[in-house]
């Protein structure tokens, strides 16, 4: 196998070239054809039996024989004709045969052969890649891998010394006592944080939890109809009902509740009208918007609007007040007023957390 690159001969069956490295081709290109075989050379006419001397007039000596033309050696495929080796006309007319071309040998080298990992294959020790598969045969330690931060703190490992000749480098060091006096500060935090645990979980536990009814200990109005008063508003039946004294619109009236120790507040839900029956809801004015104002017990207002639906049952709003102690509802607007007709509360039930 002749490289086509630097000339080197390799023996048959290799793939990459034993001295640059290319590949080999051992196959010839496709539209070329290898080059036609030498004609024979004819052999040399049998000597004949010599004929015994007759005397004969001296003549001149004949020139020797010449020998027959050289041919030119084959050319490679791919080779054009400067590149072709040189044959014996190239060499000068001295009468004397011209030297055959010296086979070119790899350099000889020496050491233990290297195997490749890949196809097992023997190369010398001054080879990079594989004469047959080109794999790298020498590809060199691995990449080191940093470990997580967690095992530098905990695994610090030998302090490296420094390179003899050289002066070691003076900057800030991280301590290593770090991590316990971490440990040790978070320790101290969890102790004094102790005592206020117990109010953060009940903190969480009315946020999460579901608030139970906290029904007033005393109600009262603005003004009452006869067999209508303010505590049938808040007495758990919803086919009683609260209503002014007075016909008409009834924006200004109000219910007023007290509680006997300060409740937390979260929601309000109110039946609207006469009852919860549709057949005698209609049969008085219905409040439309009312106004919610919470009383805590150093005195804090807590004011929020309530717009109602004019529909039989309940409906349920969300209302916060800490530490309430007194709840109004007071009516803006109603539904279905006319002059025979009153503000028809049936319900009003507030639900939060006792202390």
Request: charged content about 25%; some cysteine.
């Amino acid at each position: 196998m002749i490289c086509e690159s630097c000339g080197h001969r390799n023996a048959p069956g290799r793939e990459f070239c034993a001295s640059c490295e290319a590949f080999l081709a051992w196959e010839p290109e496709e539209g070329t054809s290898p080059p036609p075989p030498e004609p024979a050379a004819p052999d040399p006419p049998a000597p004949t039996p010599p004929t015994p001397a007759t005397p004969t007039p001296a003549q001149p000596d004949a020139p020797p024989p010449q020998p027959p033309p050289p041919t030119a050696a084959p050319r490679r495929p791919g080779e054009n004709a400067d590149q072709a080796a040189p044959g014996p006309d190239a060499w000068p007319d001295s009468g004397a045969p011209a030297p055959a071309p010296e086979p070119t040998t790899p350099p000889a080298t020496s050491g233990t052969p290297i195997v490749c990992p890949h196809c097992r294959t023997e190369n010398t020790p001054d080879r990079t890649l594989c004469v047959r598969c080109a794999l790298l045969l020498d590809p060199g330690p691995p990449p080191a891998i940093r470990p997580p931060w967690w095992r530098r703190i905990l695994n610090r490992g030998p302090r490296q010394s420094p390179v003899a000749g050289t002066r070691p480098r003076r900057g800030w060091r991280r301590p290593r006592v770090g991590l316990p006096i971490v440990l040790i500060l978070l320790a101290v935090g969890i102790w004094f944080a102790l005592p206020h645990m117990s109010g953060l979980f009940g903190l969480a536990k009315e946020e999460t939890g579901k608030p139970e009814s906290v029904p007033p200990t005393e109600c009262r109005a603005s003004s009452a109809q006869s067999g209508h008063p303010a505590a049938a508003a808040v007495d758990g039946f919803n086919n009683r009902y609260w209503a002014p004294k007075e016909t008409g619109d009834g924006i200004g009236e109000f219910l007023e509740c007290d509680f006997a120790e300060p409740v937390r507040v979260m929601k309000l839900l109110v039946f609207s009208g006469t009852s919860a029956r549709k057949d005698e809801f209609l049969t008085q004015a219905r409040p439309a918007r009312i106004t919610v104002r919470l009383t805590s017990q150093e005195g804090e207002l807590t004011t929020r609007s309530i717009r109602l639906r004019d529909q039989a049952g309940e409906q349920t709003f969300d209302l916060r007040g800490s530490d309430t102690v007194r709840a109004r509802l007071t009516v803006d607007s109603a539904y279905g007023t006319g002059k025979d007709r009153r503000i028809a509360l049936a319900e009003a039930e507030f639900f939060g957390r006792r202390p």
